[in-house]
């Protein structure tokens, strides 16, 4: 979308936001150690990484990154819509046990429908991380797919307790309820 100011184009802020968050996916995968290829009809993703010792391209296995890193980009491409690719990413972090891992995990299993999933790796998350208000926003957003309104209430309380009733978790987690579908 563009507009004409002046007789110069401009992108809009829609535009350069969708641009911004792109750019933000791709800049989370450490691009010296990763090149991406599309190897599937699904165009899913596999990393590979150059081996000095073999002189060659190599798949990257689980423990190659850090699971900071691969937090990061898996939820970069799971905001991004690339659910199968963030659990691919994710899915090669070394602790099964990291509060994000789990919570990206949970949002790409509900957004691909797998709803029970998400929400029972968002409470392995909350287990660990029990003042994550992305998580409970989530969570709550899952019990609101689920018509579950009560559970997904709960949740609003707890992000109320964290962080307040203007932050931007409880807004979103209050609109859901509101309007009975998912923001997130």
Known sequence: MWVTTNGSNTMTSAKSSQRNRRLSAILALPLV???VTWTSPSYAFDFWNWSKEEKKCVAIKKGSLS???????????????????AIKVLAMASND???????YLGYSQRKLGN????????KKALDIDPDNVD????LGEGYVSKGELDLAWLELVE?????????VEYRAL????QSGSAQY
């Open 174 to 177: 209050e609109k859901a309820l």
């Open 135 to 138: 998580t409970r926003e989530y």
């Open 33 to 35: 150690a990763l090149a």
């Open 67 to 85: 699971d900071e890193d691969l937090a990061r980009a898996g939820r970069a491409l799971a905001l991004e819509g690339h659910y199968r690719d």
């Open 97 to 103: 046990n990291d509060p994000a891992v789990l919570t």
């Open 159 to 167: 992000i109320e307790k964290r962080c307040g009733t203007t932050c």
């Open 115 to 122: 709803v029970d999933l998400g929400i029972s790796l968002y």
